[in-house]
């Protein structure tokens, strides 16, 4: 695998959008994964795929 450098600020927006996605936009996304179970069944449940798909 080829190494690639990148400038300190692709770095720092780099750690900022993992940041987001880690503190932000994943428990959102578990929030909709448990609702969309609660559901029932999981195999006809578009909610639960999709937010299965985005995690």
């Known amino acids: 695998m080829e190494k ?4 300190r600020d692709g770095f720092n927006e780099l750690v900022k959008e993992l940041t987001d996605l880690k503190e932000n936009q994943r428990p959102e ?6 609702w969309a179970r609660s559901l029932g069944d999981l195999s006809e449940n578009a909610d639960y795929s999709a937010a299965k798909e985005k995690q």
């Open 29 to 34: 996304i578990l929030k909709v994964v448990q």
């Open 4 to 7: 690639r450098q990148i400038s």
